[in-house]
């Protein structure tokens, strides 16, 4: 994590994929990528919905996400939310 941190820097999005992969211990490749298990729709939410409060635009975090449509980002980032208000 302290290299992440390092060249990457703690608010990119880059380093917030290489964050949630190991906390989840899903891959980088397939939180970028268009696999849809559980595991991986749960980790890629949480990576939309950190990058939103750093700041970071939809479109900008669809292309770090493989390519994803800004609107596909806006409603990961609605579900994350609301998984986290139930707690």
């Known amino acids: 994590r302290r290299y992440a941190e390092a060249f990457l820097g703690n608010g990119s999005i880059?380093?917030?994929?290489?964050?949630?992969?190991?906390?989840?211990?899903?891959?980088?490749?397939?939180i970028r990528g268009p696999g849809k298990t559980?595991?991986?729709?749960?980790?890629?939410?949480?990576?939309v919905r950190r990058a939103r409060e750093a700041g970071h635009s939809a479109?900008?975090?669809?292309?770090?996400?493989?390519g994803r449509d800004h609107s596909t980002i806006l409603a990961a980032e609605k579900r994350a939310r609301q998984r986290r208000a139930a707690g």
């Not at 964050?19 to 989840?24: K, N």
């Not at 479109?59 to 493989?66: N, W």
């Open 38 to 47: 559980e595991s991986v729709l749960l980790a890629r939410d949480e990576v």
């Open 59 to 66: 479109p900008k975090i669809g292309r770090a996400l493989g």
């Open 14 to 30: 880059a380093f917030i994929i290489a964050d949630v992969a190991a906390e989840t211990g899903v891959a980088v490749e397939d």
